[in-house]
């Protein structure tokens, strides 16, 4: 599986240490709090508030540099449209990859 990286941070920030700090932060602030919501909406079986759920991390799962991830996560929030929740295993590997990574920051 791919590495989470900070490269597409590094390039938004354009040398900016202040813009780049605040970019992290907020990737190590709103990360934890959507990946809650996921997991409860989960729960509850609720696939819309898991498709929007599942969008939201995409950005996040972009803005790591994780483009195949995305491509799965993309898939996984079209299936949920479908109340498919193919993919599902592939995206949770995907939040323990994040998870783990955003512990380093």
Same mark, same amino acid.
């Given at each position: 599986m791919e590495q989470p990286n900070l490269n597409y941070v590094e390039q938004?920030?354009?040398g900016d240490e202040k813009i780049r700090q605040t970019l992290i932060d907020v990737i190590k602030t709103e990360f934890p @709090? %959507?990946?809650? %919501? +996921? +997991?409860?909406?989960?729960?509850? =079986?609720?696939? =819309?508030? $898991? &498709? &929007?759920?599942?969008h939201k991390i995409k950005h =996040? $799962?972009? $803005?790591?540099g994780l483009e195949k991830?995305?491509?799965?996560?993309? #898939? +996984?929030?079209?299936n949920l449209r479908e109340k498919s929740r193919q993919g599902e295993a592939d995206f949770e590997q995907?939040?323990? @990859? #994040? @998870?783990?990574y $955003?512990?380093? #920051?």
């Open positions: 938004l920030a354009r @709090t %959507e990946k809650n %919501e +996921y +997991y409860k909406s989960l729960a509850e =079986k609720n696939y =819309k508030k $898991i &498709e &929007e759920n599942v =996040k $799962i972009s $803005i790591l991830s995305y491509e799965l996560a993309n #898939m +996984y929030e079209h995907i939040l323990n @990859t #994040m @998870t783990a $955003i512990k380093t #920051m």
